[in-house]
Every structure is written in structure tokens, then in C-alpha cells.
């Protein structure tokens, strides 16, 4: 995993940041093949929003960021699941989120993604780092 040379582990919103790459890396282990990208970076953003919820910090999205509405949506997921201490989110919360991510400039084009357990080859290994 790659992080900014400015990266601190001390600080909340780089510890945000890693919860939400942690779970794309616990996503690929899975091994399950080609899946939904935009599944994929919802999924990221619901793990660091919870995190954010529960050690009570804000949204790392502030109001002119280009991510603001999916973390904003991914935080009210968070506080309805921490509030009804659920474990499953909610089919119609998940679809919202999902679409949020899919009608982002930056993640609209990547319809899958691949999780094959870090088994990879040269080129997918040089193409992955681009």
C-alpha cells in the first residue's frame, strides 16, 4: 500500500484515509474475482465513515470537496447503523450510496474492479501501479 510521504499515523484524517485503503485491500484477499468498482469505493467510504463516527470526528469531506456528497451520504448510513446497532446497511441506503459513487467523475468509469488475493502477474502488477 502506497501512502503520502506526508502521511502520519497520529493524525484522524490519515487514519480515516487508511481504514478506507485497508478495506479495498481486505476486498481484494477476498479473492472474489472481477466485481463492482463503485460497490467496491462505497464499501470504502461506509468503513471510514463509520470509523470517523465512532472515534467522533467530522466527514474529511468539507464543503467544496469533490467527495463531499458520498462521504456525506456514507456518515448518515453510519449514524443510522450505529444508532439502530445494526449489522447489515440497508438495501435501499446501499443503492443510494452505490449510485453516488457511480455518478462521480472520478469513479463513474471504473465499472469493476479485480480482487484476486494480491496473486498477480507482471502486468497486472505494472498496469495496477500506473
Not at 484477499?29 to 471510514?48: D, F, P, R, T
Not at 468539507?62 to 448510513?77: E, K, N, V
Not at 459513487?101 to 497486472?124: E, M, Q
Request: charged share 15%; hydrophobic share 40%; proline share 5%.
Amino acid at each position: 500500500m502506497e501512502v503520502s510521504p506526508t502521511f502520519d499515523i497520529t493524525s484522524w484524517y490519515d487514519q480515516a484515509f487508511l481504514v478506507h485503503e485497508c478495506t479495498h485491500a481486505h476486498l481484494d484477499i477476498q479473492n472474489i474475482g472481477k466485481h463492482s468498482g463503485h460497490e467496491n469505493e462505497a464499501v470504502g467510504y461506509l468503513a471510514e465513515a463509520m470509523w470517523l463516527e465512532v472515534s467522533g470526528h467530522s466527514s474529511l469531506g468539507g464543503s467544496t470537496a469533490p467527495t463531499t456528497t458520498l462521504r456525506a451520504t456514507a456518515h448518515m448510513i453510519a449514524k443510522k447503523l450505529l444508532a439502530t446497532k445494526a449489522y447489515a446497511v440497508d438495501p435501499i441506503d446501499a443503492a443510494v450510496l452505490v449510485a453516488a459513487v457511480a455518478t462521480h467523475p472520478h469513479y463513474a468509469p471504473k465499472f469493476t474492479y479485480l480482487s484476486n488475493g494480491f496473486s498477480r502477474g507482471p502486468i497486472d502488477n505494472f498496469l495496477r501501479s500506473r
